[in-house]
């Protein structure tokens, strides 16, 4: 470890030795050591707080080729018009991997699925979702989230739109803090992302601290699922480790509120269900399955880029790599990984906030 001790006592002076012995980018942690030996300075970098996890190098999630196949799409034994029909498609959410790809005499593009062979026309690839969570390091000081669109930021809550030329936005799945809640004149909350900029609730996902539950250890591995707003946290005992978005289930098939444990495991594993006609689905190689609550898992979802939002038939879907660190994380806890889902009041964030009076909306006049 690299230590600079500094015996200087004008300020002055003092961060001018801070800057040379301190390299570019570097964050220095300086405090009093005693009053001989005045500030020292620990040199070596500060990790971030909120750091994107890297690719596992062997993550499952590179070795396929995603796609959905329409509706009744013809199955053929061989890739060729000439080769019997096996069958189609069927009907319904069909999500699988291209097992081969060929090229007929005649230039037509062919993917190996289902047992068959079918035209590409018939097929879409999937690229997944380009969000992942966040690392932490550190615990969170303040709430924290994500855009779940584009956002033009008011200078009060319930402002009004700033003219052209002197908006900024904020984009999906911009990452923000937050640093004051206040209710609007609206009826909406709003929330300042930092120097004065205001956000409508309706527009983030935000994450915050959740006590353990009394039925987890202090050195035990749990996941809180907030269905409000719709976003997940790892803690190990008190602490936040991870955090990012889900997709709950619809309100047709809602997710179960409640405190259960993880009771099953698959690295990639295929998932169906629902009725023909109606929400029958049949998806290939799902990622990282953990079974908590009967056949209700947390899990990686590659067929949708809605997270923040209500999507699923129960499960909680996460963006692939999310859940992929989850289930290695997980594997190296105490216990069989709790999972506590619940719905967070609306306003549990603005109870934080002491000033959190109504704000009335200014005139175009002001």
């Given at each position: 470890?690299?230590?600079?001790?500094?015996?200087?006592?004008?300020?002055?002076?003092?961060?001018?030795?801070?800057?040379?012995?301190?390299?570019?980018?570097?964050?220095?942690?300086?405090?009093?050591?005693?009053?001989?030996?005045?500030?020292?300075?620990?040199?070596?970098?500060?990790?971030?707080?909120?750091?994107?996890?890297?690719?596992?190098?062997?993550?499952?999630?590179?070795?396929?080729?995603?796609?959905?196949?329409?509706?009744?799409?013809?199955?053929?034994?061989?890739?060729?018009?000439?080769?019997?029909l096996?069958?189609?498609?069927?009907?319904?959410?069909?999500?699988?991997?291209?097992?081969?790809?060929?090229?007929d005499?005649?230039?037509?593009?062919?993917?190996?699925?289902?047992?068959?062979?079918?035209?590409?026309?018939?097929?879409?690839?999937?690229?997944?979702?380009?969000?992942?969570?966040?690392?932490?390091?550190?615990?969170?000081?303040?709430?924290?989230g994500?855009?779940?669109?584009?956002?033009?930021?008011?200078?009060?809550?319930?402002?009004?739109?700033?003219?052209?030329?002197?908006?900024?936005?904020?984009?999906?799945?911009?990452?923000?803090?937050?640093?004051?809640?206040?209710?609007?004149?609206?009826?909406?909350?709003?929330?300042?992302?930092?120097?004065?900029?205001?956000?409508?609730e309706?527009?983030?996902?935000?994450?915050?601290?959740?006590?353990?539950?009394?039925?987890?250890?202090?050195?035990?591995?749990?996941?809180?699922?907030?269905?409000?707003?719709?976003?997940?946290?790892?803690?190990?005992?008190?602490?936040?480790?991870?955090?990012?978005?889900?997709?709950?289930?619809?309100?047709?098939?809602?997710?179960?509120?409640?405190?259960?444990?993880?009771?099953?495991r698959?690295?990639?594993?295929?998932?169906?269900?629902?009725?023909?006609?109606?929400?029958?689905?049949?998806?290939?190689?799902?990622?990282?399955?953990m079974?908590?609550?009967?056949?209700?898992?947390?899990?990686?979802a590659?067929?949708?880029?809605?997270?923040?939002?209500?999507?699923?038939?129960?499960?909680?879907?996460?963006?692939?790599?999310?859940?992929?660190?989850?289930?290695?994380?997980?594997?190296?806890?105490?216990?069989?990984?709790?999972?506590?889902?619940?719905?967070?009041?609306p306003?549990?964030?603005?109870?934080?906030?002491?000033?959190?009076?109504?704000?009335?909306?200014?005139?175009?006049?002001?």
């Amino acid at each position: 470890m690299k230590r600079t001790v500094i015996f200087f006592a004008s300020a002055a002076v003092l961060l001018a030795a801070l800057f040379l012995n301190v390299s570019r980018g570097e964050a220095a942690a300086c405090y009093i050591a005693s009053p001989v030996m005045g500030y020292v300075c620990d040199a070596r970098p500060q990790p971030a707080q909120f750091v994107t996890p890297e690719p596992r190098e062997d993550s499952i999630l590179s070795r396929f080729t995603y796609s959905w196949i329409e509706d009744h799409a013809p199955l053929h034994a061989e890739p060729t018009l000439d080769a019997p029909l096996i069958g189609d498609a069927g009907v319904g959410f069909l999500y699988n991997t291209i097992q081969g790809v060929a090229t007929d005499a005649d230039g037509n593009r062919w993917f190996k699925m289902m047992g068959g062979w079918t035209l590409s026309g018939y097929v879409n690839i999937v690229e997944g979702t380009p969000f992942t969570g966040m690392e932490i390091n550190g615990q969170p000081s303040r709430p924290f989230g994500w855009m779940l669109d584009t956002w033009i930021l008011r200078s009060t809550p319930a402002g009004p739109v700033p003219p052209e030329g002197q908006r900024t936005f904020l984009e999906r799945y911009d990452f923000v803090q937050i640093y004051d809640a206040a209710e609007g004149s609206d009826g909406w909350l709003w929330y300042d992302i930092g120097d004065g900029q205001w956000v409508r609730e309706n527009y983030l996902s935000i994450v915050d601290l959740t006590p353990r539950p009394e039925e987890v250890g202090e050195d035990e591995f749990w996941v809180d699922v907030d269905l409000t707003e719709q976003v997940f946290a790892a803690y190990e005992g008190d602490d936040m480790v991870y955090a990012s978005l889900v997709s709950s289930g619809l309100d047709r098939w809602p997710t179960r509120p409640g405190l259960f444990q993880v009771w099953d495991r698959h690295l990639s594993a295929p998932m169906s269900g629902g009725e023909v006609g109606d929400d029958f689905y049949n998806i290939e190689h799902v990622p990282h399955s953990m079974y908590f609550d009967g056949g209700i898992s947390l899990h990686g979802a590659y067929w949708h880029n809605l997270f923040g939002r209500q999507r699923s038939h129960g499960c909680v879907n996460m963006p692939p790599r999310d859940a992929e660190w989850v289930f290695f994380w997980s594997e190296k806890a105490p216990n069989d990984l709790w999972v506590l889902v619940q719905k967070k009041a609306p306003d549990h964030i603005l109870a934080q906030y002491s000033d959190h009076t109504t704000v009335a909306a200014p005139t175009l006049a002001d």
